[in-house]
Each structure stands twice: as structure tokens, then as C-alpha cells.
Nanobody
Framework: QVQLVESGGGLVQAGGSLRLSCAAS????????MGWYRQAPGKQRELVAG???????NYADSVKGRFSIARDNAKNTVFLQMNSLKPEDTAVYYC?????????WGQGTQVTVSS
């Protein structure tokens, strides 16, 4: 059974920090890219940050310099360190994992940033 289990969301004041974690299990093939997406109410899901198996990263312009993505390939785990959080970062954050053929999603974790 494939599972992507996220943790670390919550409520934080503007300027604060949170660290999200996502552990993938039950995936038969090697995971290539992993990443974090978010969806705010009334908006489309958007890529926040992605990381390849080799460690190459990409970020949405809105989070560059504030968020940092990392992964532990041995544990199929991906992290998102979020600093200097803003109210506009409020959203449900979803973990994503991609093999060569399939992609998988976590259940989502709520991040709320109060002003």
C-alpha cells in the first residue's frame, strides 16, 4: 500500500517558521522527483518546491529565499523548511512523489499564517 505521510503543519504568526516532512512508503519503483504543492481556498494547486533524486531544486518565485527543500533518498523522505512565513502562504500543502510512470500524493497538511 502506497502512503505519503505528511507532518509539521500548523498555525504560526507571520514571520515565523515551520518544517514539513513527508515519508513515502510502499512505492515499488525508484522515486525520481519529490516536491511540495499547495492549494489555497478558491485557487488552483501550485508547485511550491521540487527536488530531483540528484538534489537539483526548483522553487516558486513567491517562496525563493524563504523556503528550502531537502530529501533523504535512503528514507524516501522530503522536507520543506519554511521561514519568514506570510499570510499569503496559508494553504493546504501536499507532498508529491514521482516515479518514471506514476505520481503519488499525500493527504495534505494545513498551514495557516496569521497576520
Amino acid at each position: 500500500q502506497v502512503q505519503l505521510v505528511e507532518s509539521g503543519g500548523g498555525l504560526v504568526q507571520a514571520g515565523g517558521s515551520l518544517r514539513l516532512s513527508c515519508a513515502a512508503s510502499g512505492i515499488a519503483f525508484r522515486i525520481n522527483a519529490m516536491g511540495w504543492y499547495r492549494q489555497a481556498p478558491g485557487k488552483q494547486r501550485e508547485l511550491v518546491a521540487g527536488i530531483s533524486v540528484g538534489g537539483f531544486t526548483n522553487y516558486a518565485d513567491s517562496v525563493k529565499g524563504r523556503f528550502s527543500i531537502a530529501r533523504d533518498n535512503a528514507k524516501n523522505t522530503v522536507f520543506l523548511q519554511m521561514n519568514s512565513l506570510k499570510p499569503e502562504d496559508t494553504a493546504v500543502y501536499y507532498c508529491n512523489a514521482q516515479t518514471g510512470l506514476l505520481e503519488y500524493w499525500g493527504q495534505g497538511t494545513q498551514v495557516t499564517v496569521s497576520s
